[in-house]
Antibody, heavy 120, light 108 residues
Framework: QMQLVESGGGVVQPGKSLRLSCTAS????????MHWVRQAPGKGLEWVAF????????HYADSVTGRFTVSRDNSKDTVYLQMNSLRPEDTAVYYC?????????????WGQGTLVTVSS | SYVLTQPPSVSVAPGQTARITCGGN??????VHWYQQKPGQAPVLVVY???DRPSGIPERFSGSNSGNTATLTISRVEAGDEADYYC???????????FGTGTKVTVL
Protein backbone atom coordinates (compact mmCIF):
# COMPACT_ATOMS: atom_id res chain seq x y z
CA GLN A 1 0.00 0.00 0.00
CA MET A 2 1.45 3.32 -1.08
CA GLN A 3 2.17 5.90 1.56
CA LEU A 4 3.70 9.36 1.72
CA VAL A 5 4.26 10.66 5.22
CA GLU A 6 5.30 14.26 5.78
CA SER A 7 6.97 15.50 8.94
CA GLY A 8 8.87 18.49 10.28
CA GLY A 9 6.12 21.07 10.41
CA GLY A 10 5.57 23.36 13.37
CA VAL A 11 5.57 26.95 14.56
CA VAL A 12 8.55 29.08 13.55
CA GLN A 13 9.38 32.77 13.78
CA PRO A 14 9.67 34.94 10.68
CA GLY A 15 13.14 34.84 9.19
CA LYS A 16 13.89 31.40 10.64
CA SER A 17 14.33 28.06 8.90
CA LEU A 18 12.57 24.71 8.86
CA ARG A 19 13.15 21.42 7.02
CA LEU A 20 10.28 19.23 5.97
CA SER A 21 10.63 15.54 5.17
CA CYS A 22 8.42 13.20 3.19
CA THR A 23 9.07 9.47 3.42
CA ALA A 24 7.61 7.12 0.84
CA SER A 25 6.68 3.46 0.99
CA UNK A 26 4.80 0.97 -1.15
CA UNK A 27 6.37 1.98 -4.48
CA UNK A 28 9.80 2.36 -6.07
CA UNK A 29 10.57 5.86 -4.87
CA UNK A 30 13.70 6.30 -6.98
CA UNK A 31 11.66 5.92 -10.18
CA UNK A 32 9.41 8.91 -9.58
CA UNK A 33 9.75 12.67 -9.59
CA MET A 34 8.25 14.38 -6.59
CA HIS A 35 6.54 17.67 -5.78
CA TRP A 36 5.78 19.90 -2.83
CA VAL A 37 2.44 21.69 -2.87
CA ARG A 38 1.09 23.98 -0.16
CA GLN A 39 -2.29 25.24 0.95
CA ALA A 40 -2.69 28.32 3.11
CA PRO A 41 -5.55 28.18 5.63
CA GLY A 42 -8.86 28.44 3.79
CA LYS A 43 -7.13 28.92 0.44
CA GLY A 44 -6.42 26.92 -2.69
CA LEU A 45 -3.54 24.74 -3.76
CA GLU A 46 -0.20 26.31 -4.70
CA TRP A 47 2.62 24.34 -6.30
CA VAL A 48 5.96 24.95 -4.57
CA ALA A 49 8.73 22.73 -5.93
CA PHE A 50 9.61 19.80 -8.19
CA UNK A 51 12.52 17.39 -8.11
CA UNK A 52 13.31 14.75 -10.72
CA UNK A 53 13.68 11.09 -9.85
CA UNK A 54 17.48 11.28 -9.67
CA UNK A 55 17.54 14.70 -8.03
CA UNK A 56 19.37 16.46 -10.83
CA UNK A 57 16.49 18.59 -12.10
CA UNK A 58 14.67 21.02 -9.81
CA HIS A 59 12.08 23.75 -10.31
CA TYR A 60 10.57 26.26 -7.89
CA ALA A 61 7.63 28.61 -7.73
CA ASP A 62 8.61 32.25 -8.04
CA SER A 63 7.27 32.87 -4.53
CA VAL A 64 9.90 30.60 -2.94
CA THR A 65 12.84 30.80 -5.35
CA GLY A 66 16.03 31.64 -3.49
CA ARG A 67 14.54 30.73 -0.11
CA PHE A 68 13.44 27.08 -0.46
CA THR A 69 15.53 24.10 -1.59
CA VAL A 70 14.20 20.70 -2.54
CA SER A 71 16.38 17.58 -2.29
CA ARG A 72 16.02 13.83 -2.00
CA ASP A 73 17.79 10.78 -0.67
CA ASN A 74 16.74 7.75 -2.68
CA SER A 75 18.53 5.43 -0.25
CA LYS A 76 16.10 6.62 2.41
CA ASP A 77 13.03 6.97 0.15
CA THR A 78 12.73 10.54 1.35
CA VAL A 79 12.30 13.96 -0.22
CA TYR A 80 13.06 17.14 1.71
CA LEU A 81 12.08 20.80 1.58
CA GLN A 82 14.52 23.16 3.25
CA MET A 83 12.74 26.44 3.95
CA ASN A 84 14.81 29.48 4.85
CA SER A 85 13.91 33.14 5.51
CA LEU A 86 10.37 32.12 6.30
CA ARG A 87 7.59 34.69 6.03
CA PRO A 88 4.08 34.79 7.52
CA GLU A 89 2.69 34.18 4.03
CA ASP A 90 4.48 30.80 3.99
CA THR A 91 2.01 29.58 6.62
CA ALA A 92 0.28 26.57 5.07
CA VAL A 93 -0.20 22.85 5.04
CA TYR A 94 2.64 21.43 2.96
CA TYR A 95 1.93 18.29 0.94
CA CYS A 96 4.38 16.10 -0.89
CA UNK A 97 3.02 14.41 -3.99
CA UNK A 98 4.22 11.90 -6.54
CA UNK A 99 4.52 12.86 -10.19
CA UNK A 100 2.48 10.37 -12.17
CA UNK A 101 3.65 11.37 -15.63
CA UNK A 102 6.52 13.70 -16.52
CA UNK A 103 5.02 14.47 -19.93
CA UNK A 104 1.56 15.53 -18.86
CA UNK A 105 2.47 16.36 -15.27
CA UNK A 106 -0.25 15.16 -12.96
CA UNK A 107 0.21 14.39 -9.28
CA UNK A 108 -1.19 10.94 -8.74
CA UNK A 109 -0.64 10.38 -5.04
CA TRP A 110 -0.42 12.79 -2.11
CA GLY A 111 0.64 12.65 1.51
CA GLN A 112 -1.58 13.90 4.32
CA GLY A 113 0.42 17.09 4.78
CA THR A 114 2.26 18.86 7.57
CA LEU A 115 1.32 22.29 8.93
CA VAL A 116 3.85 25.10 8.97
CA THR A 117 2.95 28.24 10.92
CA VAL A 118 5.19 31.29 10.61
CA SER A 119 4.44 33.68 13.42
CA SER A 120 6.21 35.73 16.05
CA SER B 1 2.01 33.23 -15.52
CA TYR B 2 -0.87 31.08 -16.73
CA VAL B 3 -4.21 31.53 -14.96
CA LEU B 4 -6.97 28.95 -14.48
CA THR B 5 -10.38 30.27 -13.42
CA GLN B 6 -13.07 28.17 -11.74
CA PRO B 7 -16.47 29.15 -10.34
CA PRO B 8 -16.25 29.45 -6.54
CA SER B 9 -19.22 27.19 -5.95
CA VAL B 10 -21.59 24.75 -7.60
CA SER B 11 -24.73 23.37 -5.97
CA VAL B 12 -26.46 20.23 -7.12
CA ALA B 13 -29.23 17.94 -5.90
CA PRO B 14 -28.50 14.27 -5.26
CA GLY B 15 -28.85 12.19 -8.41
CA GLN B 16 -28.36 15.16 -10.69
CA THR B 17 -25.30 16.17 -12.73
CA ALA B 18 -22.66 18.65 -11.60
CA ARG B 19 -20.47 20.43 -14.12
CA ILE B 20 -17.36 22.27 -12.97
CA THR B 21 -15.59 24.50 -15.47
CA CYS B 22 -11.95 25.50 -15.65
CA GLY B 23 -11.15 28.41 -17.92
CA GLY B 24 -7.76 29.25 -19.37
CA ASN B 25 -6.31 30.71 -22.53
CA UNK B 26 -6.30 27.93 -25.15
CA UNK B 27 -6.58 25.34 -22.41
CA UNK B 28 -7.74 22.89 -25.06
CA UNK B 29 -4.11 22.57 -26.16
CA UNK B 30 -3.03 21.44 -22.70
CA UNK B 31 -3.57 18.30 -20.62
CA VAL B 32 -5.96 19.05 -17.76
CA HIS B 33 -6.09 17.16 -14.49
CA TRP B 34 -8.70 17.31 -11.72
CA TYR B 35 -8.39 16.77 -7.96
CA GLN B 36 -11.00 16.26 -5.28
CA GLN B 37 -10.29 17.50 -1.76
CA LYS B 38 -12.61 16.76 1.13
CA PRO B 39 -12.37 18.82 4.35
CA GLY B 40 -9.25 18.03 6.35
CA GLN B 41 -7.97 15.58 3.74
CA ALA B 42 -5.31 15.55 1.06
CA PRO B 43 -6.26 16.04 -2.59
CA VAL B 44 -7.09 12.97 -4.64
CA LEU B 45 -6.63 12.74 -8.41
CA VAL B 46 -9.99 11.99 -10.04
CA VAL B 47 -9.34 12.73 -13.72
CA TYR B 48 -6.05 13.07 -15.60
CA UNK B 49 -5.11 13.89 -19.18
CA UNK B 50 -8.47 15.59 -19.77
CA UNK B 51 -10.66 12.52 -19.47
CA ASP B 52 -8.89 9.48 -18.02
CA ARG B 53 -9.74 8.10 -14.60
CA PRO B 54 -7.29 6.57 -12.13
CA SER B 55 -8.16 3.12 -10.88
CA GLY B 56 -10.77 3.24 -8.14
CA ILE B 57 -12.44 6.43 -9.34
CA PRO B 58 -16.11 5.87 -10.27
CA GLU B 59 -17.21 6.18 -13.88
CA ARG B 60 -19.52 8.97 -12.70
CA PHE B 61 -16.50 11.27 -12.92
CA SER B 62 -15.65 12.36 -16.45
CA GLY B 63 -13.77 15.19 -18.10
CA SER B 64 -13.62 17.11 -21.34
CA ASN B 65 -11.44 19.88 -22.72
CA SER B 66 -11.79 22.16 -25.72
CA GLY B 67 -11.07 25.73 -26.68
CA ASN B 68 -10.76 27.88 -23.57
CA THR B 69 -12.70 25.65 -21.17
CA ALA B 70 -12.19 22.28 -19.53
CA THR B 71 -15.06 20.62 -17.68
CA LEU B 72 -15.30 18.04 -14.92
CA THR B 73 -18.68 16.32 -14.93
CA ILE B 74 -20.01 14.36 -11.98
CA SER B 75 -23.04 12.27 -12.91
CA ARG B 76 -25.59 10.91 -10.44
CA VAL B 77 -24.14 13.06 -7.68
CA GLU B 78 -23.95 11.55 -4.21
CA ALA B 79 -23.57 13.18 -0.81
CA GLY B 80 -20.02 11.84 -0.66
CA ASP B 81 -19.06 13.95 -3.69
CA GLU B 82 -19.30 17.11 -1.63
CA ALA B 83 -15.79 18.55 -1.74
CA ASP B 84 -13.52 21.15 -3.27
CA TYR B 85 -12.38 20.43 -6.81
CA TYR B 86 -9.26 21.83 -8.48
CA CYS B 87 -8.12 21.73 -12.07
CA UNK B 88 -4.40 21.72 -12.91
CA UNK B 89 -2.20 21.99 -15.99
CA UNK B 90 1.46 22.17 -16.84
CA UNK B 91 2.52 25.41 -18.49
CA UNK B 92 5.99 26.25 -19.72
CA UNK B 93 6.13 29.49 -17.78
CA UNK B 94 7.98 30.50 -14.64
CA UNK B 95 5.45 28.70 -12.43
CA UNK B 96 4.91 25.61 -14.56
CA UNK B 97 2.48 23.62 -12.43
CA UNK B 98 -0.70 25.66 -12.25
CA PHE B 99 -3.78 24.98 -10.14
CA GLY B 100 -7.18 26.48 -10.67
CA THR B 101 -8.87 28.65 -8.07
CA GLY B 102 -11.01 25.78 -6.83
CA THR B 103 -14.74 25.04 -6.80
CA LYS B 104 -16.75 24.00 -3.77
CA VAL B 105 -19.42 21.47 -4.70
CA THR B 106 -22.39 21.42 -2.37
CA VAL B 107 -24.90 18.58 -2.48
CA LEU B 108 -28.30 19.98 -1.56
Amino acid sequence: QMQLVESGGGVVQPGKSLRLSCTASGFTFSSFAMHWVRQAPGKGLEWVAFISSDGTNKHYADSVTGRFTVSRDNSKDTVYLQMNSLRPEDTAVYYCARDGNLLTAYLDFWGQGTLVTVSS
Amino acid sequence: SYVLTQPPSVSVAPGQTARITCGGNDIGSKNVHWYQQKPGQAPVLVVYDDSDRPSGIPERFSGSNSGNTATLTISRVEAGDEADYYCQVWDGSSDPYVFGTGTKVTVL
